[in-house]
C-alpha cells in the first residue's frame, strides 16, 4: 500500500465517523516558541488544555512534523525521520478511551478491501498505565484481545502532559511485532527489558499512540506531580507514523526504503556507484542523504531559509548533511540538483504544491549547498596545509585551536574535521576544540548582555524626556537644516558636561531634522556643527523612547558642552534616496493590493536609499505574472506625477477616509496620513515623502520571496539603483547574445534549442557508451579461464569508468556467463585518481562457495582499498589507480586457493 494511499485511508476512515478533516498545518508553527510542530496535536493545543473552545468536537489529520532530536537516530534505527507524517483522531470533549480504542482496532485490523489497513490481530501488542483498568477491560472483554499481549506500565512510562501544571492523561501504544527474525521473543505481558532495549525496539515498533487526556495535574519536576482530579473536558489525541506504518505494509525493512524516501536512495546509489547494502557505513548514508533531502524540501517549501541560527540552522545543517554525505558515499559534484527533483516527484502526490513552487524551493536549496561547497573548498585547502605542518613536525593530533579556526572561520564543522583527519591517519584535539568554543560562547555571551543593557536600559532616557517635559520636534519634513541646542550629551550611556574629540557620543537637540528610524524607514545620516568648532558625525538615530530622537555618531573635532547652539544638517542626498524608497513602498502596496485582492497588507517593510522590501500577507508565492503586473502598474503611475500629499487629522477621520493602518500598531487620536494622487493611495505614516512620483524615476521588483507562513516579500530597486540594476541586466543580455550569435530577442529560442540539443546528445553518448560496453563484453566473454571448476573472467577496464557503468558491466558480464556452470566475474578500473573494484558471482559459485565479498577483499586489499558487499555482489575502491594487475592477481590467487 502506498504511503499517500495510507495517508488517504486515513482521512476517509476517521471523516466517515463524523470527524472534520483539517489539513496539515505548517512545519513552521505560528508559535515563536515552538521550533517546528513536531506532533500531530500542535495546531489542537488550546483546545485540548482549554484555552479555546474548539470549533468541532472531532477532527482528523494528518500533519507534517519535523523532529529534529532524532536526528542522530536517523539511518541507524528503522524507524526514526527528520521530517515525518503523524496521522492523528481528535476528540475534544467527546468520545473518550472506548471510542478511540474501538476506531484503531477497527482501522489497523480492517480488511484492505474494506477500507482497512488490514494487520494481523495476532501481531499487535500494547502498552498501557497499569491502573488504566477501563482501557485494560474494553480490549479484554468488548474485543476480545488477549490479555497476554497488553502491557501494563508504570505512569512514569506511559503518560503524557505538557510539562506544566494543566493536562495530563495516561496513553495506549500499538505496538506491532515485526517477527522472531527481528529479536527474541517477549515474554507475555512485558516486551524485552522495555522499554528502549535495541533488540526490542527493532521487532516491536511503536505504531500508534492514542493519549487519553483525563487528568488535571498541580506543579512537580518532570513525573513527579499530583494528579488533582479528573478535567471537565476529557480529550483524546492519537498519533500514528505514517512511513512506520507504510514499511510494514509495504515489507520493507525501515521507513527510509518506502515509496516516498526510497527512490532517492536509489538516485545517491546510481550517483555515487555504492550498492545499498553491501556495506554498513555507507547504507546509514545513504539512508541519511534521503532522510535529510526530504526534510529540506518540505521545510524549504513552509517556507525556512537557511540560516546561522533557529529554524534556519536546522535548514542548513540538514542540507549540509546530506552534501557531506554523498562526499562520504564518493560523490564530489554538486548532488542536490539531481536528489531534490527525485524527492519532490514522490511527495508530490500527497502535496501538490511542491510542484508548482519548486523552483523557488529549488533554487533555495541548490545555493545552500553552493555556499557549503565554496566553504568546503576553502575550508579544505587550509586543512591539507594543517595536516601536512603537523606530519612534517612528525606529529599525530591537530590542535583544538586550529580546529576551532577551521569551525569559526571556515564553518568547517567539527565532525567534518575528526572525518578529515581521520582519513590521513591524525587525531584533533576534541577537548582543545570545545574548549576554545566555550571560551568563544563566553565572549559572545558577554557581548549580547553588553548590547541588551545598552538597548533596552531606557531609564535615563525617559528621565531626559521627562526633564525636557515635550517631545523633541521633528522639523525635518521640511527642513534639512536647523538652527537648535545641544541638550544632552551622553557618552557610554552617562550624561556628561564635557567632552573631547575624538570620542563616539549619543546627543539629544531641542529640534531636528533628523528622521529617527521608524515605520521601516531607516534614519538619517548627517552633521551637527556646534558653536564652540565641535563637529558630530552622524551616523544613526534612534528613539529608545518615543519623542526622544537620539543622535548617535562620532564627535570628530572640538568639544561638546550641554547648551551650546548647534547647527544640525542632514545628508540630502541620503535622505532623497530614501524617501523616493518610501514613495515606491506605498505605491508597490496599494498595487500589490489591486492584483491580488485587498487581504494582501502590509506586514512590514524597511525603506534604505535606492531600494525597499516590503513584507506582506499573502497565502502563496506571487505569480510572475503579478508581478509584473504591479511593477508596470507602479511605473505607469511614476510618469503621471502623481501628487504625494500629507495631512493631520482625528485616527476615525484617517479610517473613513480609507486609510491603511499597520496592524498591531498603536495610533495616537491624531494621525498623519500620506496620500499618493489623491486617494488612489491613502496610508497612515510618519516618514518622508517626495513630492510627486516622477522623482522615483523608476521601480524595479527584483525578488518575491516567502518569509514564514502566509508572509511574502517583495525587493524592489528605486531611481538610480534601479536603472543600474537594468543597465547591468542589459550588458549580461547583449553579452550573452554575442556568445550565442544571434539578437536579444531571439535568445530564449536559442538557449532553448541549445539545452533541448545537449540533452539529445547526452542521451546519444549513453545509448553508445551502452553499445560500446555491450560490444565489449561479448568479446570479454570470450576471454574467461578456469580456475579450480570456476569459469573467471577478469578484466582490467583502465581508466575514466564510472563506478555506475562498471556495476553494469560487471553484471551483464555475470548474465553472459550463464546460470549452468560456477562463474565468477571480477572488473577492476579507475575514475581519476581512485581504482574501483567491483565482484560479482552467480548462483552456480555461491554453492561453490565461492563469495563475491570475500574475494572483493581479497583485491581490495591488494590495492590498498576497501569495501565489501554480499556474496553474490560486492564492490569496493579508493586504493591505488596503478595496482590493477595486482588487485586481478590477488582475486585470481584467492579463487585459487579456495578452489
Ligand atoms: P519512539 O519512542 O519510537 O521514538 P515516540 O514515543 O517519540 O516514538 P510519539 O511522540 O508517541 O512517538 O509520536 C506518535 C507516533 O509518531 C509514534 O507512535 C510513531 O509512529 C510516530 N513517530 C514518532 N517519531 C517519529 C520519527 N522520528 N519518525 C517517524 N515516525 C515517528
Ligand atoms: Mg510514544
Avoid at 690 to 712: D, F, K, M, Q, Y
Avoid at 773 to 788: C, F, H, K, M, N
Avoid at 819 to 828: F, G, I, M
Wanted: charged content about 25%; proline content about 4%; glycine content about 12%.
Amino acid at each position: 500500500m502506498r504511503t499517500s494511499e495510507i495517508h488517504r485511508r486515513w482521512l476517509d476512515f476517521f471523516a466517515k465517523k463524523q470527524h472534520e478533516v483539517v489539513p496539515s498545518a505548517s512545519l513552521v508553527s505560528s508559535d515563536p516558541s515552538i521550533l517546528f510542530t513536531i506532533a500531530g496535536m500542535v495546531p489542537f493545543i488550546p483546545y485540548i488544555v482549554g484555552t479555546e473552545k474548539a470549533p468541532y468536537a472531532r477532527a482528523v489529520s494528518v500533519q507534517k512534523c519535523i523532529r529534529t532530536n532524532d536526528i542522530e537516530n536517523v539511518g541507524r534505527t528503522t524507524r526514526h525521520g527528520t521530517f515525518f507524517q503523524m496521522a492523528g483522531n481528535f476528540s475534544f470533549g467527546d468520545y473518550f478511551k472506548k471510542g478511540a480504542i474501538d476506531f484503531s482496532w477497527e482501522l489497523l485490523t480492517g480488511a484492505q478491501d474494506e477500507g482497512g489497513y488490514g494487520l494481523d490481530p495476532e501481531r499487535l501488542w500494547i502498552t498501557l498505565w497499569e491502573e488504566d483498568q477501563e482501557s485494560f477491560d474494553h480490549l479484554v472483554e468488548v474485543i476480545g484481545f488477549p490479555a497476554e499481549r497488553i502491557v501494563r506500565l508504570p505512569w512514569e512510562e506511559s503518560c503524557w502532559d505538557t510539562g506544566q501544571p494543566g493536562p495530563a492523561g495516561s496513553t495506549g501504544e500499538w505496538h506491532y511485532d515485526r517477527g522472531p527474525e527481528f529479536g527474541p521473543d517477549a515474554p507475555h505481558g512485558v516486551l524485552p527489558e522495555w522499554p528502549g532495549s535495541p533488540e526490542a525496539e527493532d521487532r516491536y515498533i511503536e505504531i500508534w499512540n492514542l493519549v487519553f487526556d483525563q487528568f488535571l495535574r498541580g506543579e512537580g519536576k518532570g513525573k513527579d506531580y499530583p494528579l488533582l482530579g479528573e478535567l471537565d473536558q476529557k480529550s483524546i489525541d492519537t498519533g500514528l507514523g505514517v512511513e512506520r506504518l507504510a514499511y510494514i505494509l509495504q515489507g520493507r525493512n525501515n521507513m527510509y526504503e518506502v515509496d516516498q524516501v526510497f527512490p532517492v536512495i536509489e538516485k545517491a546509489q546510481e550517483l555515487s556507484g555504492r550498492v545499498y547494502g553491501a556495506d554498513d557505513e555507507d547504507d546509514v548514508r545513504l539512508r541519511v542523504v534521503a532522510d535529510h533531502v526530504r526534510s529540506a524540501l518540505m521545510l524549504v517549501a513552509d517556507g525556512v531559509k537557511p540560516g546561522n541560527e533557529g529554524r534556519g540552522y536546522v535548514l542548513r545543517r540538514l542540507i549540509r548533511r546530506a552534501v557531506r554525505s554523498m562526499r562520504l558515499l564518493g560523490y564530489d559534484d554538486p548532488s542536490m540538483p539531481a536528489l531534490l527533483p527525485v524527492s519532490k516527484d514522490v511527495m508530490k502526490e500527497s502535496y501538490s504544491q511542491l510542484e508548482s513552487d519548486f523552483s523557488r524551493i529549488s533554487d533555495v536549496v541548490y545555493a545552500e549547498e553552493e555556499a557549503f561547497r565554496r566553504t568546503l573548498a576553502s575550508g579544505t585547502t587550509i586543512f591539507d596545509q594543517l595536516a601536512g605542518g603537523v606530519r612534517e613536525q612528525g606529529g599525530r593530533s591537530i590542535a583544538g585551536e586550529d580546529a576551532f579556526r577551521l569551525h569559526d572561520t571556515f564553518g568547517f564543522p567539527i565532525d567534518l574535521t575528526l572525518e578529515m583527519a581521520q582519513e590521513v591517519g591524525l587525531s584533533v584535539d576534541e577537548e582543545g576544540f570545545r574548549s576554545a568554543m566555550s571560551e568563544q560562547r563566553e565572549r559572545a555571551r558577554a557581548d549580547a548582555a553588553a548590547k541588551k543593557t545598552g538597548h533596552t536600559d531606557t531609564a535615563l532616557y525617559n528621565r531626559i524626556l521627562g526633564q525636557r517635559g515635550e517631545a523633541v520636534p521633528f522639523l525635518g519634513y521640511t527642513e534639512s537644516s536647523v538652527a537648535t541646542t545641544l541638550e544632552s550629551v551622553l557618552v557610554d550611556g552617562a550624561l556628561v558636561d564635557t567632552v573631547q574629540a575624538p570620542a563616539d557620543i549619543e546627543v539629544v537637540l531641542a529640534s531636528t531634522p533628523f528622521y529617527a528610524e521608524m515605520g521601516g524607514q531607516l534614519a538619517d545620516q548627517g552633521r551637527i556643527a556646534l558653536t564652540g568648532g565641535g563637529i558630530i558625525e552622524v551616523d544613526d538615530v534612534q528613539a529608545p523612547v518615543k519623542g526622544l530622537p537620539v543622535h548617535r555618531g562620532r564627535l570628530v573635532e572640538g568639544e561638546a558642552h550641554p547648551g551650546e547652539s548647534a547647527i544640525a544638517t542632514i545628508d540630502l542626498e541620503r535622505r532623497g534616496a530614501i524617501a523616493r524608497a518610501h514613495t515606491a513602498t506605498h505605491m508597490v502596496h496599494q498595487a500589490l493590493r489591486e492584483e491580488l485582492g485587498e487581504g494582501a497588507t502590509q506586514a512590514g517593510s524597511e525603506n534604505s536609499p535606492g531600494r525597499m522590501r516590503f513584507d506582506f500577507r499573502f497565502g502563496q508565492a506571487v505569480p510572475k505574472s503579478s508581478l509584473e503586473e504591479v511593477e508596470g502598474r507602479v511605473n505607469t503611475l511614476l510618469q503621471q506625477e502623481l501628487e504625494v500629499t500629507d495631512a493631520q487629522m482625528p485616527i476615525d477621520e484617517a479610517k473613513a477616509l480609507g486609510a491603511q493602518a499597520l496592524f498591531g500598531e498603536k495610533y495616537g487620536d491624531i494621525v498623519r496620513v500620506v496620500s499618493i494622487g489623491g486617494d488612489w493611495s491613502r496610508e497612515l505614516c510618519g516618514g518622508t515623502h517626495v513630492p510627486t512620483t516622477g522623482a522615483l524615476g523608476s521601480v524595479n521588483l527584483v525578488g518575491e520571496s516567502s518569509i514564514g507562513s502566509g508572509v511574502r516579500r517583495v525587493d524592489a530597486l528605486v531611481g538610480l539603483n534601479a536603472y543600474r540594476h537594468q543597465a547591468k541586466e542589459k550588458a549580461l543580455v547583449s553579452q550573452l547574445s554575442e556568445i550565442m550569435n544571434v539578437g536579444a530577442d531571439d535568445l530564449p529560442e536559442r538557449v532553448r534549442s541549445l539545452t533541448q540539443r545537449l540533452r539529445e546528445t547526452e542521451k546519444q553518448l549513453a545509448a553508445m557508451r551502452g553499445a560500446q560496453l555491450q560490444a565489449e563484453a561479448g568479446r570479454l566473454v570470450e576471454s574467461a579461464r578456469t580456475i579450480g571448476g570456476t569459469r573467471v573472467l577478469l578484466h582490467d577496464a583502465g581508466e575514466g569508468i564510472a563506478a555506475g557503468d562498471l556495476r553494469t558491466l560487471v553484471q551483464d558480464l555475470r548474465n553472459r556467463l550463464g546460470e549452468d556452470s560456477p562463474a565468477v566475474v571480477a572488473v577492476v578500473g579507475a575514475d581519476g585518481a581512485k581504482a574501483a573494484l567491483v565482484v560479482a558471482t552467480n548462483a552456480a559459485a555461491r554453492e561453490a562457495g565461492r563469495r563475491a565479498g570475500a574475494l572483493l577483499k581479497a583485491g581490495a586489499e591488494a590495492m590498498g582499498g576497501r569495501g565489501g558487499g554480499k556474496d553474490d555482489m560486492a564492490q569496493g575502491g579508493g586504493g591505488d589507480p596503478q595496482r590493477t594487475s595486482q588487485t586481478l592477481d590477488a582475486i585470481a590467487a584467492a579463487l585459487g586457493a579456495d578452489a
